[in-house]
């Protein structure tokens, strides 16, 4: 498996604040994930990396930003965080080596409270 | 992305077989069929792909309709660990460059 961390695991915040998650891989893969689910959704994708600088918005960007400026970091921050913020964040690392597994390879989360 | 259509909720019982059914009648004739799931607490993870056959792994075997717009996931001996939300996914193999598309999946109940 594709060694992938997030940090902190768990955070509570103010709202108003600024937030930054940290997602950390092992093993170089090009493509990184911020997903955010919350009560009765599936996960949803916040923005994503195809490489070191770049990064596209995905389906719920709003109110957050992102930095890759390693390959082996992928940083998601609340510029301020709201309430409506409060979730649990996964990352993900797209491998295409192993085309065995399907893809795609997810970090354990962090859980995120805006009070 | 391609919709895939699943029932919110199943439930079965310990040791016995389990079949998840995913309704995806527009799918493109590129996309895969993925499966994950997510235990309680945990991130998704891998279980199962396939395209147009069969496909049997250690974790599980997935049917494909010889149309291809349904697909069933088939846990052979249902565990409680088992107990979980899977989720049928379409696209590329490894995905888009845009991650996978998450519907809300079915969530598995395993009565011991």
């Known amino acids: 498996d594709a060694g992938i961390t997030q940090s902190p695991r768990h955070k509570v915040t103010e709202t108003g604040t600024p937030v930054t998650l940290r997602c950390h891989q092992t093993e170089n893969h090009r493509y990184m994930y911020w997903y955010r689910q919350d009560p009765g959704h599936g996960l949803r994708l916040i923005h994503y990396s195809y490489g070191v600088k770049d990064t596209d918005k995905g389906e719920v960007s709003d109110g957050y930003s992102v930095s890759r400026s390693k390959t082996e970091d992928f940083l998601l921050t609340l510029e301020s965080a709201t309430s409506s913020q409060t979730s649990v964040y996964f990352c993900?690392?797209?491998?295409?080596?192993?085309?065995?597994?399907?893809?795609?390879?997810f970090g354990s989360g962090t859980r995120l409270t805006v009070v | 992305d391609a919709k895939t259509t699943q029932p919110n909720s199943m439930e079965s019982n310990e040791e016995e077989p389990v079949h998840l059914p995913c309704n995806h009648s527009t799918i493109s004739g590129t996309d895969y069929i993925h499966w994950y799931r997510q235990l309680p607490s945990q991130g998704p993870e891998y279980v199962i792909h396939g395209l147009t056959s069969n496909v049997n792994n250690r974790m599980a075997s997935l049917a494909i309709a010889e149309d291809r717009k349904s697909s069933t996931l088939i846990l052979h001996r249902a565990t409680l660990r088992d107990a979980a939300v899977y989720y049928c996914i379409l696209g590329l193999l490894g995905g888009g460059a845009d991650g996978l598309t998450f519907g809300k999946g079915t969530h598995l109940i395993i009565q011991p």
């Open positions: 993900a690392i797209r491998e295409i080596r192993d085309r065995r597994r399907g893809g795609y390879t």
